[in-house]
């Protein structure tokens, strides 16, 4: 492999790793602010009028804890592919259910880091999702292929 190669290859690892401390420093602020506040959580979950109380405590309780996790595998490339899975999953079924509300015509404050969030629009909300999402994507198709090479 040539030294050009060689450079191109070290920026792409450097783009891949800086992304992931991105999104993973997100996740861990987002769920370190739903850990202060359960309760409040639980009733932004509830108010997509999509799960009832019961379960929105139970979701309030275990997620943010589960976004800390995913966001401390992705910093320090523990557990990388499950925590983009687990990542893009959560993004996914969170841009639905948003979408999904806004349709129903619910106008809510996603909740996601805490009463920071109710300062950003839907639109504002949803293209910061989407941009997590593609960054987990990513970040997905290019580990994918780093490890067939």
Not at 23 to 47: E, M, Q, S, W
Not at 136 to 144: D, I, K, N, P, V
Request: glycine share 10%; proline share 3%.
């Amino acid at each position: 492999m040539g030294e050009g190669a060689a450079m191109k290859g070290g920026f792409r690892f450097v783009v891949r790793q800086t992304l992931a401390v991105i999104v993973g420093a997100i996740f861990i602020y987002a769920g370190a602010l739903k850990l202060l506040d359960p309760l409040r959580f639980a009733t932004d979950i509830t108010n997509y009028h999509i799960l009832p109380w019961p379960v929105a405590v139970r979701f309030a309780f275990y997620l943010p804890w589960l976004e800390l996790l995913c966001g401390l595998a992705l910093i320090f490339h523990r557990l990388f592919a499950g925590a983009l899975l687990l990542t893009g999953g959560m993004m996914m079924v969170f841009i639905a259910a948003s979408i999904a509300a806004r349709a129903r015509g619910i106008n809510v404050s996603c909740g996601c880091f805490g009463s920071a969030s109710h300062s950003l629009s839907f639109a504002g909300h949803l293209a910061l999702d989407f941009a997590l999402l593609a960054i987990l994507f990513f970040l997905w198709f290019a580990t994918s292929a780093e490890r067939r090479a």
